[in-house]
């Protein structure tokens, strides 16, 4: 097998030659304006300085860093948690055919298919306090009896959000993990059966072990680019109301497009690269079994 | 390896091919707008085609890049010496146009174009915003007047239109109605805020300075004087009395749905919001007036603009100073104006035509000439602190408004950002 | 299974297809709604679900002021271009991948992947269109093709190489065997057997580039260049959204990709299947 590898190596080749060119080239090129005094407002000096630009943006008095890396923090797990569970329980519910299968999962599925700024614009219509969609069929069903702030009050502004993304995601995992669980061979439920185990002892004795190199690579890549989407939240609430839905990503866009200091954006890149990163490791490592690729 | 390096090689090439395309003695002028719509971008379109047909010579291509990344792109190309020979700035992003050295000195040109003379004092003082010297050209001005719903305000009784901002307060209060859905004051909670609550609370105070909005005549920060802090809390009590509390998340959007399906009767906005509540809504609900004025006996206005310039590195600025002219000129930009809303720059336009004068355009037309009452100030946008501040003011007013913090908390707050 | 027991599972079941078909499509009647509405029905309070008179005027509108069959074919040829080089380029590494013998190279090799997807894509856009404009390549819908491969490959090479791992080695052995060469055994014999892996590849890049916004603001700028998202952005300006347009697109925008997901989802499902099934 060995003896192929160079060949093989060249097939590789044209790929990491466009992601070099492309992704890590730029990206070095970026990150550098992490150490410099980089803001478009005035580009006479330039200057290198240092980790200035960090302690900016972590000791920034108005936006708590603590706070936005809580809120960081939130928005990745809490939407990658229900993304991944509802996402599943809809490939369960899909995984058998039934008669319209294929319309019913045209219908459920296309909220992926939508612009990230047009959810955003979207939702924060439903979700407005005072004469949103959601507020107003809330109250004629009788369930609440005065408008609530989805995105003014801080107690639901991030749990807002996050429905929202979650319905943008389910998609990904719902039709990720029904292509994986169709390859769950019956002969194991049988035999699981004949052994006298439950539904629930089949679903995590046989399912889940069954599709879990899927689910570990698909909620890892999710959760790199949950934190990396910021328009929704963007959109949505501009991080407020008072920070409390601001994340790290909502905080580098809002240096790129606001104040042009592509310095301080620079600098919160890196950290979330480095939250990822370590993050990734992490993950790999408490879920990798000894031989396989992640 | 080779083989690949190649056809990357081969494929610009080909790119570069298609996209220089032949120039056969014509001069091609790039323009860039930057506060695009749909609307407004085939209104440009008809004026390069009228001028087309004078100049055939000429070809211009308009870039009209979606509004909210407009700014964005516009900075990126000129960043980078991009093909542009017209370009739209706007006060938010002149300083920092002429700081990086990307705009032509249009003093010269600005003092041989006859119609320069015709152009209105504010729009003359506008040109020379960044160091005293014409960067540029205004082309409207965009100035907040308040929008009423005379519908909803005749059915409460209210057929006295408020003249100050404490009849305006009191007017709101006494249209709500939290249980019935009925409010008052039309908040703006987002997306620069501080405009509206700057308005309210700076008009208390007696000096400010109309260089520096933020600064009194004897060089205070005018947030922080009494008057203006004890506006913050008859501000705050405006918005626990009149405004639904989803207002904090209210950006300009929320505001005109809010307006328009009569949630909140008092709207203050910009002129080109005119066809926009015309279309939604109708002329027959709505009317208005000029802003009421504060304390002081004067409301502070900030003017906001947009204008066009010339790129330093343009190959073409003489051809893209005659567009200029012919797109500054007093007949087509009344008429530019007329149908996109905001307001033009030629005194003899206002002379002329009776349309600036009259219907909803006189309340504009009333602010600009009662010096008496309307005081226009500008906000100190060539700070380096400027491009921060607009976040910071929105997130510390809104941990106010939710009490998180107290007005004295934040005035320090706001006074320490500007120290 | 007793058949009370049997007809309660099915109800159950029946009624969390509801719920997600609810929460999924409530957004989309909306949309379509106020795409249908006159524009002084689409502000009201109390909310006016249903217009007066529906009519197909924004539709009407979309197409002939604002150019929607001209970004409409953009769209289509930017993102079937990009999606097509994708595919080729994944094909083509993720065999490599999957069939390197030298585990820690492919491991390596994995994790500069899985690194792009950790970078923020606003960091590096400035870089890039610094370096496009100096190379006098800007505006160019090649480039812009090229950018959305360049977004799209990461993932289209892991799911590749995923999908070749089920392929047993001994399917390209055997292929040689008989004469035929590693790229031979790779187009004759082994891509045959994952015909609907490949249509799976093809519909996640395909979404994926038909929805993006900033790289196409950014590096196109003639009005004939523009595409789909660009020019739904466009109806939000600073007096106010162009809810009519607007929803009107939005819906006639979803319209590709819901096909795509349509023929695609079936192939996506067996794509995986058939693989597994001989591995």
């Known amino acids: 097998m060995v003896r192929h590898d160079r060949l093989l190596l060249k097939y590789i080749l044209p790929v990491l030659a466009l992601l070099v060119a492309l992704v890590y080239f730029p990206l070095v090129k970026g990150l550098i304006t992490a150490f410099r005094h980089y803001n478009l407002f005035d580009l006479r000096d330039t200057s290198f300085i240092g980790f200035d630009n960090f302690k900016a943006a972590i000791g920034d008095k108005t936006f708590s860093f603590a706070q936005i890396f809580l809120n960081t923090m939130i928005w990745?797990?809490?939407?990658?948690?229900?993304?991944?569970?509802?996402?599943?329980?809809?490939?369960?519910?899909?995984?058998?055919?039934?008669?319209?299968?294929?319309?019913?999962?045209?219908?459920?599925?296309?909220?992926?298919?939508?612009?990230?700024?047009?959810?955003?614009?979207?939702?924060?219509?439903?979700?407005?306090?005072?004469?949103?969609?959601?507020?107003?069929?809330?109250?004629?069903?009788?369930?609440?009896?005065?408008?609530?702030?989805?995105?003014?009050?801080?107690?639901?502004?991030?749990?807002?959000?996050?429905?929202?993304?979650?319905?943008?995601?389910?998609?990904?995992?719902?039709?990720?993990?029904?292509?994986?669980?169709?390859?769950?061979?019956?002969?194991?439920?049988?035999?699981?059966?004949?052994?006298?185990?439950?539904?629930?002892?089949?679903?995590?004795?046989?399912?889940?072990?069954?599709?879990?190199?899927?689910?570990?690579?698909?909620?890892?890549?999710?959760?790199?680019?949950?934190m990396n989407f910021p328009e929704i939240i963007f959109g949505m609430t501009n991080g407020g109301p008072a920070n409390a839905t601001n994340i790290l990503a909502t905080q580098m866009l809002y240096k790129i497009y606001k104040e042009y200091d592509y310095g301080q954006a620079s600098a919160i890149s890196f950290m979330i690269m480095a939250i990822l990163f370590a993050y990734s490791l992490l993950y790999l490592s408490a879920t990798s079994r000894k031989e396989r690729d992640f | 390896m080779k083989r690949i390096v190649l056809v990357v090689m081969v494929v610009l090439a080909a790119t570069l091919a298609i996209s220089c395309g032949a120039s056969n003695g014509k001069v091609q002028l790039t323009f860039l707008e930057v506060l695009t719509s749909p609307e407004r971008t085939a209104m440009i379109n008809g004026i390069i085609a009228d001028y087309e047909?004078?100049?055939?010579?000429?070809?211009?291509?308009?870039?009209?890049?979606?509004?909210?990344?407009?700014?964005?792109?516009?900075?990126?190309?000129?960043?980078?010496?991009?093909?542009?020979?017209?370009?739209?700035?706007?006060?938010?992003?002149?300083?920092?146009?002429?700081?990086?050295?990307?705009?032509?000195?249009?003093?010269?040109?600005?003092?041989?174009?006859?119609?320069?003379?015709?152009?209105?004092?504010?729009?003359?003082?506008?040109?020379?915003?960044?160091?005293?010297?014409?960067?540029?050209?205004?082309?409207?001005?965009?100035?907040?007047?308040?929008?009423?719903?005379?519908?909803?305000?005749?059915?409460?009784?209210?057929?006295?239109?408020?003249?100050?901002?404490?009849?305006?307060?009191?007017?709101?209060?006494?249209?709500?109605?939290?249980?019935?859905?009925?409010?008052?004051?039309?908040?703006?909670?987002?997306?620069?805020?501080?405009?509206?609550?700057?308005?309210?609370?700076?008009?208390?105070?007696?000096?400010?300075?109309?260089?520096?909005?933020?600064?009194?005549?004897?060089?205070?920060?005018?947030?922080?004087?009494?008057?203006?802090?004890?506006?913050?809390?008859?501000?705050?009590?405006?918005?626990?009395?009149?405004?639904?509390?989803?207002?904090?998340?209210?950006?300009?959007?929320?505001?005109?749905?809010?307006?328009?399906?009569?949630?909140?009767?008092?709207?203050?906005?910009?002129?080109?919001?005119?066809?926009?509540?015309?279309k939604q809504l109708g002329r027959d609900k709505y009317t208005v007036i000029p802003l009421p004025v504060g304390k002081s006996g004067k409301a502070v206005v900030d003017y906001g603009f947009a204008s066009l310039g010339i790129p330093s590195y343009s190959k073409h600025k003489d051809a893209a100073w005659d567009f200029i002219k012919f797109f500054s000129s007093a007949k087509e930009n009344a008429a530019f104006c007329k149908q996109y809303g905001?307001?033009?720059?030629?005194?003899?336009?206002?002379?002329?035509?009776?349309?600036?004068?009259?219907?909803?355009?006189?309340?504009?037309?009333?602010?600009?000439?009662?010096?008496?009452?309307?005081?226009?100030?500008?906000?100190?946008?060539?700070?380096?602190?400027?491009?921060?501040?607009?976040?910071?003011?929105?997130?510390?007013?809104?941990?106010?408004?939710?009490?998180?913090?107290?007005?004295?908390?934040?005035?320090?707050?706001?006074?320490?950002?500007?120290? | 299974m007793s058949p009370k027991g049997r007809f309660l599972r099915s109800a159950g079941k029946f009624l969390a297809l509801a719920a997600f078909l609810i929460f999924a499509i409530g957004p989309l009647l909306w949309i379509i709604l106020t795409s249908l509405k006159d524009l002084k029905e689409v502000y009201t309070f109390p909310i006016q679900y249903f217009p007066k008179k529906p009519s197909f005027a924004s539709y009407t509108k979309l197409f002939s002021f604002a150019r929607f069959g001209v970004y409409f074919r953009n769209s289509l040829i930017l993102t079937l271009t990009a999606s097509f080089g994708a595919l080729v380029f994944a094909v083509l590494s993720g065999f490599g991948l999957s069939r390197i013998g030298k585990r820690s190279l492919k491991q390596r090799l994995l994790l500069l992947l899985y690194f792009t997807q950790m970078v923020p894509p606003f960091i590096i856009m400035t870089p890039l269109y610094t370096t496009f404009s100096s190379m006098g390549a800007s505006d160019s819908m090649i480039i812009v093709a090229i950018i959305y491969v360049s977004i799209v490959l990461a993932?289209?090479?892991?799911?590749?190489?995923?999908?070749?791992d089920r392929i047993p080695i001994e399917i390209d052995e055997a292929a040689r065997v008989d004469g035929c060469s590693v790229f031979q055994s790779l187009v004759w014999v082994i891509i045959p057997v994952m015909r609907s892996g490949l249509a799976a590849i093809f519909c996640f890049a395909f979404v994926n580039i038909w929805n993006e916004l900033f790289v196409a603001v950014l590096f196109l700028n003639s009005p004939n260049h523009l595409t789909i998202p660009v020019a739904l952005n466009s109806f939000i300006s600073k007096a106010g959204i162009s809810w009519d347009i607007l929803s009107a697109g939005i819906v006639v925008a979803l319209l590709p990709t819901m096909l795509v997901f349509a023929f695609g989802q079936r192939y996506i499902v067996a794509g995986l299947t058939e693989g597994s099934v001989k591995g």
Not at chain 2, 169 to 188: E, H, L, M, S, Y
Not at chain 2, 345 to 370: I, K, L, N
Not at chain 2, 396 to 418: C, H, N, R, V
Request: charged share 20%.
């Open chain 1, 76 to 226: 990745i797990f809490a939407s990658l948690l229900f993304q991944f569970v509802l996402g599943f329980a809809l490939a369960l519910l899909l995984r058998k055919p039934f008669k319209g299968r294929g319309l019913y999962s045209g219908l459920v599925f296309y909220t992926w298919a939508l612009s990230g700024f047009a959810i955003g614009l979207l939702w924060s219509w439903i979700f407005n306090g005072q004469f949103g969609l959601a507020n107003d069929i809330l109250m004629r069903l009788g369930i609440i009896d005065s408008p609530i702030g989805f995105l003014s009050d801080p107690r639901y502004a991030m749990v807002s959000v996050v429905v929202v993304n979650v319905w943008y995601g389910i998609p990904f995992f719902g039709i990720m993990l029904l292509a994986a669980l169709q390859s769950v061979p019956n002969e194991l439920y049988e035999a699981a059966t004949i052994d006298g185990a439950g539904r629930v002892t089949r679903f995590f004795k046989v399912t889940v072990p069954f599709v879990a190199p899927v689910i570990v690579s698909t909620t890892l890549l999710r959760m790199m680019w949950i």
């Open chain 3, 155 to 164: 993932f289209s090479v892991i799911m590749a190489k995923s999908f070749f």
């Open chain 2, 342 to 419: 905001p307001l033009p720059v030629h005194a003899s336009t206002y002379a002329d035509d009776p349309f600036f004068s009259t219907g909803v355009y006189q309340a504009w037309r009333t602010e600009m000439s009662d010096q008496d009452h309307y005081l226009f100030v500008k906000y100190p946008l060539g700070s380096e602190k400027w491009p921060a501040w607009p976040q910071t003011h929105e997130q510390t007013m809104q941990s106010l408004l939710l009490g998180k913090i107290s007005p004295t908390e934040a005035t320090a707050k706001f006074a320490d950002y500007w120290k």
């Open chain 2, 53 to 278: 047909k004078l100049h055939p010579n000429v070809t211009i291509n308009l870039i009209s890049p979606p509004y909210e990344s407009a700014d964005n792109k516009l900075t990126m190309m000129l960043n980078n010496d991009e093909k542009l020979d017209i370009i739209e700035v706007r006060d938010y992003t002149l300083r920092q146009f002429v700081n990086n050295k990307k705009l032509e000195n249009l003093e010269k040109r600005l003092a041989a174009w006859s119609e320069g003379k015709d152009l209105l004092p504010i729009a003359l003082a506008s040109a020379r915003t960044a160091d005293n010297i014409a960067y540029i050209i205004p082309q409207f001005f965009y100035i907040k007047a308040l929008f009423v719903r005379t519908d909803i305000l005749a059915a409460k009784g209210i057929t006295v239109m408020p003249k100050t901002f404490d009849e305006l307060i009191a007017d709101c209060k006494k249209v709500t109605n939290k249980k019935k859905g009925q409010f008052g004051f039309d908040w703006r909670g987002k997306s620069s805020e501080f405009k509206f609550s700057d308005l309210i609370q700076l008009s208390d105070v007696p000096n400010i300075d109309p260089n520096n909005i933020y600064k009194t005549a004897d060089g205070a920060f005018s947030l922080a004087t009494p008057e203006a802090q004890a506006a913050l809390v008859k501000y705050v009590n405006l918005f626990k009395d009149s405004v639904p509390s989803d207002g904090i998340n209210w950006g300009f959007n929320e505001q005109v749905n809010a307006f328009i399906s009569g949630v909140t009767p008092f709207l203050i906005q910009d002129p080109d919001t005119v066809s926009l509540v015309d």
